[in-house]
Nanobody
């Protein structure tokens, strides 16, 4: 059983920063790629960023967060998402994601249906 645990969510003012962390119980599943998604009530879960550990390019970002968010590997089984210059539209429930094999990793937008493991989510609220 692979378990992912997010931490670091909270509230911030627009223009502020927050840092999210994700720890995965099985480092094997983190050796290919890991990522972050977010979801707001009534909307579909959307991809935010990918850390592609052995991919052609190490990081990928959704257009909405490019230049403001930084995804990185803090340890063998820990990933973080540094969120800067936050906007109210960044509010939502943020989920950590991991694959069951390298074949489920994508160089670019990661389809929700190709994610095999999810964390419970951590809430981010940005006020204007």
């Amino acid at each position: 059983q692979v378990r992912l645990a997010e931490s670091g969510g909270g509230s911030a003012q627009a223009g502020g920063s927050l840092k999210l962390s994700c720890t995965i119980s099985n480092h094997v599943n983190s050796r290919w790629c890991m990522g972050w998604f977010r979801q707001t009530p009534g909307n579909e879960r959307e991809w935010v960023a990918t850390l592609y550990i052995d991919g052609p390019v190490p990081t990928y970002y959704a257009d909405a967060v490019t230049g403001r968010f930084v995804i990185s590997q803090a340890a063998r089984n820990t990933m973080s998402l540094q969120m800067n210059d936050l906007k109210p539209e960044d509010s939502g429930l943020y989920y950590c994601a991991a694959p069951s094999s390298r074949k489920s990793c994508y160089a670019g937008t990661w389809p929700v249906r190709r994610v095999e493991y999810w964390g419970q989510g951590t809430q981010v609220t940005v006020s204007s």
